[in-house]
């Protein structure tokens, strides 16, 4: 793995400035990030850790029309969340089957969906 620089993001501003070179990437469960570093795969100059941000985007919020799952909920967080569970058992079961448990502890749901596979 290559040398970088790492910086943990306060708030959403400071995650915006802090990539503002072209060669970061934003860090968050970093399941596929930091193989993808260690395979010398990608190399950034720079990470930039949002886990800091999840207290507004790792949120599940509910209504009776609608649910909005933030990017930074945890694939865990989701499976287990009791309205997913009952109304969505598809997106649960598809999480489920979509890494093992520890990588469900770990991986957030953006970041899930827009990896950035081998």
Request: aromatic share 4%; net charge positive; proline share 5%.
């Given at each position: 793995m290559r040398p970088f620089i790492?910086?943990?993001a306060s708030d959403a501003v400071a995650a915006i400035h802090a990539a503002d070179i072209a060669s970061s990437q934003y860090l968050a469960g970093g399941t596929t990030l930091i193989d993808l570093m260690k395979l010398d795969v990608m190399r950034p100059e720079r990470v930039v850790d949002i886990n800091p941000l999840a207290e507004r985007?790792?949120?599940?919020n509910v209504t009776d029309k609608s649910i909005r799952l933030g990017g930074?909920?945890?694939?865990?967080q989701a499976a287990n969340h009791p309205v997913l569970r009952r109304d969505f058992p598809v997106i649960v079961q598809s999480l489920e089957l979509a890494?093992?448990?520890?990588?469900?502890?770990?991986?957030?749901v953006g970041g899930n969906l827009l990896q950035r596979t081998r």
């Open positions: 790492y910086e943990r985007l790792g949120q599940i930074l909920v945890r694939m865990s890494a093992s448990p520890q990588l469900r502890n770990m991986a957030t």
